[in-house]
């Protein structure tokens, strides 16, 4: 069993950062994939960035790309994801999500556990 808690969330203004954070519980975090999705209001949860259970193998999707860093510190149990450029169409709530294994899955169903999420707002 993993338990994930993100946090981070918040308010902000376009073109600001946040940075999320999500915690893990369970002595198997350095063997899991780990992803962020988020899921705006009135539309589907979509694939944020994921990252091997090494950091070695970073993807993103179109939208965020050259904005969001996904980043993990297995020593911490912990994975980020700093978003820069903030637009208003960031808006959503964000879950990051895991699944032991080895290859990143930019697909929901692919991952096994999921944390409560955490509220990204921006301001236009």
């Known amino acids: 069993q993993v338990q994930l808690v993100e946090s981070g969330g918040g308010l902000v203004q376009a073109g600001g950062s946040l940075r999320l954070s999500c915690a893990a519980s369970?002595?198997?975090?350095?063997?899991?994939?780990m992803g962020w999705f988020r899921q705006a209001p009135g539309k589907e949860r979509e694939f944020v960035a994921g990252?091997?259970?090494?950091?070695?193998?970073?993807i993103y999707a179109d939208s965020v790309k050259g904005r969001f860093i996904i980043s993990r510190d297995n020593a911490k149990n912990t994975v980020y994801l700093q978003m820069n450029s903030l637009k208003a169409e960031d808006t959503a709530d964000y879950y990051c999500?895991?699944?032991?294994?080895?290859?990143?899955?930019?697909?929901?169903?692919?991952?096994?556990?999921w944390g409560q999420g955490t509220q990204v707002t921006v301001s236009s």
């Open positions: 369970g002595r198997t975090f350095s063997s899991t994939v």
């Open positions: 990252i091997s259970r090494g950091g070695g193998t970073v």
């Open positions: 999500a895991a699944r032991p294994g080895t290859v990143v899955n930019t697909l929901s169903s692919f991952y096994d556990y």
